[in-house]
C-alpha cells in the first residue's frame, strides 16, 4: 500500500522533498514543545528537599509490602482458628462454643505472629 501511494506521483520529486522538510520542521517544533512540557511536569511533581524520588518509591513500597505481610498473618490467625473452630463445632455438637474459643486463640496467635515479625519481640528460632 505504501509503494503504491510513493508511485502514484512519478512526476513531483521536488514537492516530496519539500514535503519531507516541512514534515522535519513540524517533527522538530513538537518535540521542542514536549520536552517543554516534559520539563515544566517534571519541575511540578519534584518534592522540595528530596533530592532522589526513587528511593522514596521504593520506601513506601517496602512499607506497604510489610503492612501487607503483617495484616495477612493477622487475618490468617484469625481465619485459621474460625476453621479449627468450626470443625470442633461439627465433632462435638458444641455449636457457638468452640467457633468463640477457637477465634479467640486465633486472634491471639495472630497477634503474637504479627509482634515477632515486627521484631518487637524476638522468636525463637530453635530448641
Known amino acids: 500500500m505504501a509503494e503504491g501511494a510513493n508511485n502514484s506521483g512519478n512526476g ?7 514535503d519531507e522538510a516541512a514534515l522535519s520542521a513540524r ?9 517543554k512540557i516534559r520539563d515544566s511536569r517534571k519541575v511540578g511533581t519534584d518534592q522540595p528537599g528530596d533530592g532522589d524520588g526513587d528511593g522514596d518509591g521504593a520506601a513506601r513500597a ?26 470442633f463445632d461439627r465433632f462435638l455438637s458444641t ?9 479467640l486463640i486465633g486472634f491471639i496467635a495472630g497477634v503474637v505472629n504479627v509482634i515477632r ?4 519481640a524476638p522468636g525463637k528460632t530453635g530448641r
Open 12 to 18: 513531483s520529486g521536488d514537492q516530496s522533498s519539500s
Open 117 to 120: 515479625s515486627a521484631g518487637v
Open 27 to 35: 517533527l522538530g517544533s513538537l518535540d521542542q514543545r514536549l520536552s
Open 62 to 87: 517496602s512499607a506497604m509490602a510489610i503492612g501487607f505481610r503483617l495484616s495477612s498473618e493477622l487475618i490468617a490467625g484469625v481465619v485459621v482458628g474460625a476453621l479449627l473452630g468450626w470443625g
Open 95 to 103: 455449636s457457638p462454643f468452640g467457633l468463640i474459643v477457637f477465634v
